[in-house]
């Protein structure tokens, strides 16, 4: 990719063209109502983005074109804890700055909150804008590895608020998804009883992948480093740990918490389980020393409804395996008693288990994964007063119980058992 192809934010023109051409994807499930954005449907709602880092930037790139494009959405307000990324967006797409992501919260031109800070930061930001009355697009993950009783919280606030929130799983965009359940429901494999996904590539996106934007920066009224540390452990201002958090475990998990809700979340909506029972992970920092958080990631999960699903990844080496479509993700099969879902190139395939009486069947996916219709589902759901979007909260509680429980589970060498009964985790 060249420098030209690319926006301020590194986002591929070519990759926001192709994710922008199917923006109008309608909300395949059956509508559960909400409290509606209070507005015409003339009007445009405001957009609150807080982060405005490389993540956030794709965001406001998203979200500018959908406004130019039908959407019905306009950048009113950008947040950063950082003056330089602040200002720079504030700048581009002509938004009110705030620092203060509560201030933000409290301007009444804003409608919807994008979040795309670092991990330990969305749960709180998340919070905050579900009690300010505001509908929540929120980056993956919804909460770091350590905050399980915040994700709990979240869950039950979202549900409670009766806002719209969208996790941005992006994937979940992909129609397939909702095919396989609907053949899993329709007892096309039988019984499930294993899964398995993953998430494979070259490179950390850590030390190699997040420039520092000034290596001269300070702490003081140009970047708020209390309001970046939160609640994580409480330490000297370090320019790596600021502009490169996601090597430092404070604020990131690896590839456990960082790139498994994109490979957990379609595993977990398809197979319809609930939260997990146990889950055991191995792995560590096998090729990227620099960093805290490991580099190479694989965990098994089992449910009550008696079914395993392994997640497997490396930042080591990006050979998937199972072919043909999402590389670097690993393309998910989930295994039945009667047979197998997969995903080859533009379709869904069913393969027979032996014995089976079942004939071998191929399905045309109906719609790809597409971004820019992830934001729109969030908006339109938003609008209309929809919670079910394409990866609601509900979802992500269940997706991130899980991986909280993988990351403990490696940290502390130990089988990781949730505590239906007392909604824990123990390890």
Known sequence: MSEKEKGNWGVSRRQFIGQAAGAALAVGAAPQMAHAVSKSANERLGVG??????????????????????????????????????????????????????????????????????DHQHGYQALDALRAGKDVYCEKPVTHWRQFDLTKTLAEEAKKSGRVMQIGAQGMSDSAWRQIRKLIQDGLIGQPIHAECGYFRVGDWGERGMPIDDPNAKPGPDLDWEAFLGDSPKRPFDVSRYFRWRMYEDYAGGPSTDLFPHSLTPVVYMLGVGMPSMAVAAGG????????????????????????????????????????????????????WEGALTVQDKEIVFIPADGSKKQPQRFPIETPEDATAHFKNFVDCARAGDVNTWSPMDLAFRVQTALQMGALALRKGRVAHFNAEKQKIDV
């Open 49 to 118: 983005q807080i982060g405005c880092g490389g993540r956030g930037g794709a965001h406001m790139q998203i979200m500018d074109w959908l406004k130019d494009n039908g959407g019905g959405v306009e950048i009113v307000a950008v947040c950063d804890a950082y003056r330089g990324r602040l200002e720079r967006a504030a700048k581009r797409f002509k938004a009110k700055a705030y620092m203060d992501h509560r201030e933000m919260l409290a301007d009444p031109r804003v409608d919807l909150v994008c979040i795309a800070t670092p």
């Open 285 to 336: 920092k096998f090729r990227y020393e620099e960093r805290e958080v490991p580099d190479t990631f694989n965990m098994l999960i089992d449910y009550p409804e008696k079914i395993t699903v392994a997640v497997l990844g490396t930042q080591g080496n990006d050979y998937q395996a199972t072919g043909g479509r999402g590389a670097p993700g690993r393309v998910p099969v989930v295994r039945g």
